[in-house]
């Protein structure tokens, strides 16, 4: 079994949700603190103007518990949220179909931002038909770090082989999963697609998914994860 470890990230970007659909189990780290400035809670969509931050405002002052799990969003931010995607993507091809679901995600009352996260990830794995499995790292009570974390998670799990993405491998200590887990690396090169917001003569890699299923629509997306997936 396939075991892969991650923050929950915001409309997390294409490699993301590639290493998701190449594990059995994904492990979301909702019990580590939340990082300011990185994709926890916000990502990049494709404007006119080039690449623009969507961003969730998070309470930054005053924080007891500062674990992702609890973290809570300021107040009145919707509006401004939801303007921002209907700008850049009012006139995309597969724009009433995907603010259908996204005005579904407006709609919660919730004041966490994991559950938007985890509305949004799970939406789109199953728009994706990717049927890989949800644990919360809170759920299973482990209380080493690092590497040896990383370990015990699959241990717990069972888990044969870790999925290793890219911005960890230089971290991993590998002598701690020593034979029993095998560690597997996540080798992704971005697909390129049309971007019709795009001024440029070059691909602009690395944006939300969000972009992608705008541009050419969750069929084609599926294609391009099956490919990456096969290849």
């Not at 580590?32 to 494709?46: C, S």
């Not at 995907?98 to 985890?118: F, V």
Request: aromatic residues 12%.
């Amino acid at each position: 079994m396939i075991i892969t470890i991650h923050q929950p990230e915001h409309f997390a970007y294409f490699g993301f949700l590639d290493k998701v659909n190449k594990a059995d189990v994904l492990v979301v780290l909702d019990d580590v603190q939340f990082k300011k400035n990185n994709f926890q809670n916000r990502n990049q969509i494709l404007t006119l103007n080039g690449p623009k931050w969507l961003s969730v405002p998070v309470e930054m002052k005053n924080i007891e518990d500062k674990n992702i799990q609890v973290r809570k969003i300021k107040d009145n931010w919707k509006e401004e949220y939801k303007n921002k995607i209907v700008e850049a993507y009012k006139k995309y091809p597969f724009f009433e179909e995907n603010m259908l679901w996204i005005n579904q995600m407006l709609l919660l009352e919730s004041d966490l931002l994991i559950d938007y996260n985890m509305f949004i990830l799970e939406k789109m794995l199953m728009l994706l038909d990717i049927d890989t499995k949800i644990v919360y790292a809170s759920q299973l009570n482990i209380q080493t770090f690092k590497t040896q974390r990383l370990y015990d998670i699959c241990q717990s799990l069972k888990g044969s082989q870790y999925l290793a993405g890219q911005g960890a491998i230089d971290y991993l200590d590998e002598t701690v999963f020593g034979h029993d887990v095998k560690i597997l690396k996540h080798h992704f090169i971005h697909p390129e697609y049309e971007q019709l917001n795009n001024r440029s003569d070059e691909f602009i890699p690395y944006m939300s998914s969000l972009d992608i299923l705008m541009s050419v629509g969750k069929d084609a997306f599926k294609a391009m994860l099956k490919k990456s997936k096969n290849a």
